[in-house]
């Protein structure tokens, strides 16, 4: 088969996997914001694609060494890898990232992608092309690292902000932190832009080099920062409502002080982590720092079973998209017919995931109905009575 | 740009420790990032409690703090101080993230 047929295919379900990364992950950024009624859902999403858009045209250094660390690479500096095997990788990762949005788990899209990535590099050429203390040290440990750090920091900032306005009955005090809120959000969107469409605009180019198509050790072209920033934005805005109603509403109720402090955390820990060389993971961290801000403030309760859904949706990520990917490599291996099976099953699991979606929609509308008066499914009935209560000791 | 530097610090953070992990980076993460959101939070609610003086309390008992008062000038100034402080700060996250700026 052709190169430019298999490069278009990669370029196809990379703009597909960007697409399901924004909705994935705009719950990362406005969760909290729609929750506490700062931003209403429609001008939220509109917010956040607007800023995933500017953020992909802001940086491209993440693009250039998407795989570096990840994949061994040859003497040419290239990772052992090719356009069929990073096809099938994508496929995997799409086919989880919409399993987990499905479920309403806010799940990484990063991990998600390198899982598929890896699983294809290991059927197409072998476990010497994966490097696996960088996949620990880049991959494992931060997204171990990134809830605590977070959660922590939310909530210390958490009671902070409640002691300082007495519980924020002193006047103004919720719009003012509503507002805050709003920015802070928008900081995380704003980097989130810069990072996630990045990732995809690296695929491309990679495929772009490993098939010969551009010179090894250049940047994105500019016509594929546009698609991915697009395709991202377009993700964005259609809103992953299920993961929002999650993270909002379901780890525990959001109140704007608790929303400022989450967003700030997590605005704080994202910015400090990549500037000073360890970048940590975002999903993770806007997670974490939810679950912080619910534990900050005293009688809130936590719904810990929500929580240990979205932890064990994180530990199985990646071997899960590793097995998907490595399922279609070893498919799309077998010659033309197999790389035609992938689209089809490709297609056929996507398709189940939208239409099982659909039997309990999650909108705009619903977002911020309690799960447990909501018809919607996903995550879900996470019912009060199993909840805990963090901490029921007033002081 | 700070490319090289920003290479540099992933690069060294592959030089140390166990299980090849920086760890010394990692605290440092930690520390900086509890400073700065803990001051961030911490300025910008007592700015909204020094805005809020002479105002009676939202909601909870109708007594509250009685009537309206007069805020007074030091505590308006402060308050927006203190805002303006987290403004500042958002800037800097701003400035940040995009690389053109450093």
């Given amino acids: ?395 | 740009m700070s490319t090289t530097s920003l290479l540099a610090a992933a690069s060294s953070s592959s030089a140390a420790g166990f299980l090849g992990v920086d760890w010394s980076s990692i605290a440092e993460v930690c520390v900086v990032t509890l400073v700065a959101t803990v001051a961030i939070v911490t300025i910008f609610s007592v700015g909204l409690r020094l805005l809020s003086i002479g105002s009676p309390d939202d909601g909870g008992e109708i007594a509250g703090h009685g009537a309206l008062t007069s805020r007074p000038a030091a505590a308006t100034l402060g308050g927006y101080v203190c805002v303006g402080i987290g403004g500042a700060a958002v800037l800097y996250g701003i400035y940040l993230v995009v690389p053109l700026f450093h």
């Fill in chain 1, 1 to 395: 088969m052709s190169v430019l047929v298999i490069v278009l295919m990669v370029i196809v379900i990379a703009l597909i996997f960007d697409f399901t990364n924004g909705f994935h992950d705009t719950a990362n950024a406005m969760a909290t914001s729609v929750a506490t009624g700062a931003l209403k859902p429609k001008v939220a999403v509109l917010l956040s694609a607007v800023l995933n858009l500017v953020g992909a045209f802001l940086s491209t250094q993440v693009a250039k060494t998407v795989s570096s660390g990840i994949l061994t690479e040859d003497s040419k500096g290239l990772p052992h890898i090719t356009p069929v095997l990073i096809f099938a990788g994508l496929v995997g990762a799409v086919l989880w990232n919409l399993g987990t949005w499905w479920l309403g788990l806010p799940s990484s899209s990063t991990h998600a992608l390198f899982g598929g990535l890896i699983g294809a590099a290991i059927i197409g050429s072998g476990v010497s092309a994966v490097d696996f203390s960088g996949v620990l040290s880049k991959i494992v440990l931060p997204a171990v690292l990134s809830p605590f750090i977070a959660g922590a920091v939310a909530l210390i900032a958490t009671y902070i902000a409640y002691r300082v306005t007495k519980l924020s009955e002193v006047h103004g005090a919720k719009r003012g932190f509503r507002h805050a809120q709003t920015v802070s959000a928008s900081l995380v969107s704003l980097a989130h832009g810069t990072n996630d469409a990045q990732k995809t605009m690296g695929v491309v180019t990679l495929t772009l080099i490993v098939s010969g198509y551009q010179a090894s050790n250049t940047g994105p072209q500019i016509w594929v920062i546009l698609i991915c920033g697009l395709a991202i934005a377009l993700g964005t805005y259609t809103g992953g409502w299920r993961i929002m109603r999650t993270v909002g509403k379901n780890i525990t109720d959001v109140e704007s002080p608790q929303g400022f402090a989450a967003e700030t955390s997590s605005a704080a820990t994202l910015l400090i982590s990549s500037n000073l060389g360890f970048p940590l993971s975002t999903t993770q961290i806007t997670s974490g720092a939810v679950v912080g801000a619910g534990l900050g403030k005293r009688l809130a309760s936590v719904h810990w079973n929500t929580v240990s859904k979205i932890a064990l949706g994180w530990v199985v990520t990646l071997p899960a998209a590793a097995l998907a990917g490595g399922g279609a490599a070893w498919l799309a291996g077998t010659g033309a017919i197999g790389l035609a099976a992938v689209v089809v099953v490709a297609v056929a699991g996507g398709g189940t995931f939208v239409l099982l979606a659909r039997r309990h929609p999650v909108s705009h509308e619903n977002v911020n109905d309690d799960s447990s008066t909501a018809t919607g499914r996903p995550l879900a009935d996470v019912s009060t009575g199993s909840s805990t209560s963090s901490d029921s000791s007033k002081g």
